[in-house]
């Protein structure tokens, strides 16, 4: 993939090139609006996941800032 245009290459890692990571963008909001939850959430949800397998603890916390205003999913 090092070969394709859109990629680059930092050392021994390959970055995903710009058009695929609009797909899994694209893909990301489908499913979270599918959902109805947004990006942000399956994002956070996501990191907490990740801080529970590093430290082998199922009470990972994480900080969220939040808006003091209701915010509407179209």
Known sequence: ???????A????R????????TV???R????ARGHNLTVNTVVTAAWARVLQAFSGNE??????????REMKIE
């Not at 990301?28 to 499913?31: D, E, G």
């Not at 009470?59 to 003091?68: E, G, S, V």
């Open 1 to 7: 993939n090092r070969s394709k245009p859109g990629y």
């Open 9 to 12: 290459e930092i050392g021994s």
């Open 14 to 21: 390959s970055i995903i090139g710009i058009g695929q990571a």
């Open 24 to 26: 899994e963008t694209a």
């Open 28 to 31: 990301l909001q489908a499913w």
């Open 59 to 68: 009470d990972a916390l994480a900080q969220i800032a939040t808006l003091a």
